[in-house]
């Protein structure tokens, strides 16, 4: 009988154990908590609630409203940053250098992050040029860790 109870405690504590492992694999909250719809309007980034999460390819975002929350969740694409949130500049010199959710510029409907201001000036010399060269080189880097890089 005390075997039987050790047993039972024993696969209870597992069954926690593999049940919180899940939870941290999805709990990374992406662009370091800011709301991805809020850049796409006039009152620009701010840091989202825990009240309105969604979760998509295994990372949480956080929204301000329902109603933000709603707009992710029916087109995330439209609101995800490019790169994974990544430096657009990095990228475009095959990097990955976190990117600063507050240093960020909306470019034809895309939300691109930069690593700082400084970096940022230097990207916004040619644009359209780093998007080109960021956009060829992702597909390549995207699946490598920075350190890789």
Same mark, same amino acid.
């Given at each position: 009988m005390k075997i039987k109870l050790i047993l039972l405690a024993v696969a209870f504590w597992m069954g926690l154990i593999v049940t919180a492992s899940a939870n941290i694999a999805t709990s990374t909250t992406g662009v370091q908590g800011y709301d991805l719809v809020s850049y796409h309007t006039s009152q620009g980034p701010v840091r989202g609630s825990g009240h309105y999460t969604s979760v998509h390819?295994?990372?949480?975002?956080?929204? =301000?409203?329902?109603? %933000?929350?709603?707009?992710?969740? $029916? %087109?995330?694409?439209?609101?995800?940053?490019?790169?994974g949130g990544y430096c657009a500049f990095g990228v475009s010199v095959g990097k990955k250098f976190v990117g600063d959710p507050e240093v960020w510029k909306i470019v034809?409907?895309?939300?691109?992050? %930069?690593?700082?201001?400084?970096?940022?000036?230097?990207?916004?010399?040619?644009?359209?040029?780093?998007?080109?060269?960021?956009? $060829?080189?992702?597909?390549? =880097?995207?699946d490598k860790s920075p350190a890789e890089l």
């Amino acid at each position: 009988m005390k075997i039987k109870l050790i047993l039972l405690a024993v696969a209870f504590w597992m069954g926690l154990i593999v049940t919180a492992s899940a939870n941290i694999a999805t709990s990374t909250t992406g662009v370091q908590g800011y709301d991805l719809v809020s850049y796409h309007t006039s009152q620009g980034p701010v840091r989202g609630s825990g009240h309105y999460t969604s979760v998509h390819d295994d990372v949480t975002y956080l929204f =301000i409203s329902k109603e %933000n929350k709603q707009a992710f969740d $029916q %087109n995330p694409d439209k609101y995800l940053p490019a790169y994974g949130g990544y430096c657009a500049f990095g990228v475009s010199v095959g990097k990955k250098f976190v990117g600063d959710p507050e240093v960020w510029k909306i470019v034809d409907g895309r939300l691109f992050l %930069n690593l700082d201001q400084k970096i940022q000036k230097e990207w916004s010399k040619d644009i359209p040029g780093r998007i080109k060269l960021a956009d $060829q080189k992702w597909p390549k =880097i995207k699946d490598k860790s920075p350190a890789e890089l």
